[in-house]
DNA sequence: ACGGGGGATTAAAACGTTCCGCTAACGGGG
DNA sequence: CCCCGTTAGCGGAACGTTTTAATCCCCCGT
């Protein structure tokens, strides 16, 4: 418990906390006789500086705030890699909030960001809900959305294009000979789900077929036991020639209901994943898929949020917008 | 950028700071009325305290930080989980760091940490070096380890029995019939694959056998890709009857590979893989699999570390050792 | 009517750092 | 040898909160 401070180490080095502190923030600043004296007696003296006290002075912090839906889905597992590597990289501190999909507990993770006084925020937001973002703001807290599109023009967003995912997956089954499509879908209230499915129905518009008969079968959550249970609808509604899934853990229990059921896959239906996860490659079947780059939304977010942090002056906002991959294997032949 | 500070409520309230503090802090010191007074300043000027300087008052802030190995293995991610539940229900925010098993990585996040004031830190360390954890706790941050026994008495630990769950697993594979064994596993650095060998070999030598036989294939990394490459080589060399994996990725590798060769599984050779993690149920020919109570390590160290810190009096330091749990599947019959 | 007790509130001193304005010292050109 | 420019280092105020000790005020008991 031997709280050593500045100014200890100040006094062991024979200078005054003033230098010490120029040693710590602006090295050059410093002679190097000095410098030498004051680095020996931080190390003698195990000292570490007291981020608060600095932050309370400095007035900005160190730290950035990361708010994510769902900490157990790989596809945000693989954001936050991203965005820790870069913030590590930038001696930046990262504080995780994991909302669950719930408005009030991102409402709370934001309230302690807030009293964090985090230097920025980057979040994938529960809803549309954008007053609370705009709270934040005036709070003098950068907010950058993350897969995500942006609300407002002086604000930076990356996000991947999910329309256009969903008519390059429905376009690829369609190429393969396909004549009908069925849409496995999570809630229709999150906005991915909504768009891959008008990327869906334009993909089938363009084959000349009518996007109303798209068979849309909703699931309560992304999971993959709940892509088992509508894959089990499937079969029992009647079998379309292929299926596209929002996310790869429903397309993954699709997969294992069809194989159970005694369906070839791809030969009897074909079967296409989004996002890509590491699991869909690792699957018996390897399953098609739509990649985003995923751990690059984390980094390019990072680095976008920490620029607008430390070059207000000549940052310009940017709403970029990624295009997804197809990837095709064995599931699509 | 309107920073308002507790001085403004108290004159827009008509109090002294020392009272919006009482207020914030021990609302029962302060009279109902003024109380309701600071309150509706409060709301009306949209005050949000300033974190760090209470930090730096108060002496110890409400965080504490994480470092886990992989964030984007689903072990880690549900034990972050669990953390994140707990710390938030307290009101405590959680600072992240991936150590991504560089020790470098892990001592540059320990130092933010400290840096932070941090109340305690969660670890689940990279490898077998306590000093820098005792350097910590010299600093006055409390250390609760994760997935990992404890190192000293006066510490807290949360882990579970890996030579247990080795035992238990290969024990399940000779019961089913099997007579060779052969163990796939990650870096022999790494302790947890070590002593789930040690535990294979207990049960070798309980059912008569030699444990010398159990054939050894150490992965470099421990990854389905890994596991796949594992299954070649275990093909290529003459197959056992069985298989046990250090985790699921390595296994969802190795059966992906076997059922491209043709092997039968479980009937030619029964598999088993560790962690359970949901993808081990949804693999096309499920699983088995030692089950671990992931989620609720991250609770439970994470509740242990808030105790240690809000009660340093009355806590009683433990070393929690949960044993494994194990889940039969499709792959094992 | 007076003194005292106790609850509510205040004033002021920290906490450890940063940063600004100053002084002192030094060296080179005139 | 003086003056000026430059650079190193110092002193001290300020950041926003918490907390302790002190003050105020009201009310009760005698």
């Not at 000979?177 to 991915?192: C, D, E, H, K, M």
């Amino acid at each position: 418990m031997a709280m050593v401070s500045i100014k200890d180490v100040a006094a062991h080095a024979g200078v005054s906390p003033g230098t010490v502190s120029n040693v710590l923030n602006r090295p050059g600043k410093v002679a190097p006789a000095t410098r030498e004296r004051v680095e020996a007696a931080i190390n003698e003296l195990g000292f570490v500086r007291h981020g608060s006290a600095s932050t309370l002075r400095a007035g900005h912090s160190r730290t950035i705030g990361l708010s994510v839906i769902d900490i157990g889905n790989p596809f945000f597992t693989e954001v936050a890699a991203g965005v820790e590597d870069v913030a590590s990289e930038l001696g930046y501190a990262v504080i995780l909030g994991n909302s669950a999909g719930s408005q009030d507990k991102e409402d709370r993770n934001l309230r302690v960001l807030a009293e964090h006084r985090v230097r920025g925020v980057l979040i994938t937001p529960s809803g549309e809900d954008t007053a609370r973002l705009d709270r934040l703001r005036e709070h003098g807290i950068s907010v950058v959305l993350v897969d995500h599109p942006a609300h407002r023009p002086d604000q930076c967003a990356v996000a991947v294009d999910d329309v256009a995912g969903g008519r390059a997956a429905v376009a690829h089954l369609l190429a393969r000979g396909a004549r009908s499509v069925a849409y496995v879908t999570g809630p229709l209230s999150i906005r991915q789900c909504v768009e891959r499915r008008q990327g869906a129905e334009d993909a089938m518009r363009a084959a000349g077929l009518d996007p109303g008969e798209l068979k849309v079968a909703e699931a309560t959550t992304m999971t993959a036991r709940a892509g088992e249970k509508a894959g089990g609808d499937l079969i029992a509604g009647g079998l379309p020639e292929a299926v596209f899934c929002a996310n790869d853990l429903l397309a993954l229990g699709v997969l294992r209901a069809l194989l159970r059921a005694g369906v070839r896959v791809p030969e009897d239906v074909a079967l296409m994943g989004y996002d890509d996860i590491d699991f869909a490659a690792a699957s018996t079947i390897s399953l098609s898929s739509m990649r985003q780059p995923t751990y690059q939304l984390g980094r390019i977010a990072t680095e976008l949020l920490l620029d607008e942090c430390d070059n207000p002056e000549t940052h310009a906002h940017q709403h970029i917008m990624f295009q997804p991959e197809l990837v095709a294997r064995e599931s699509t032949q």
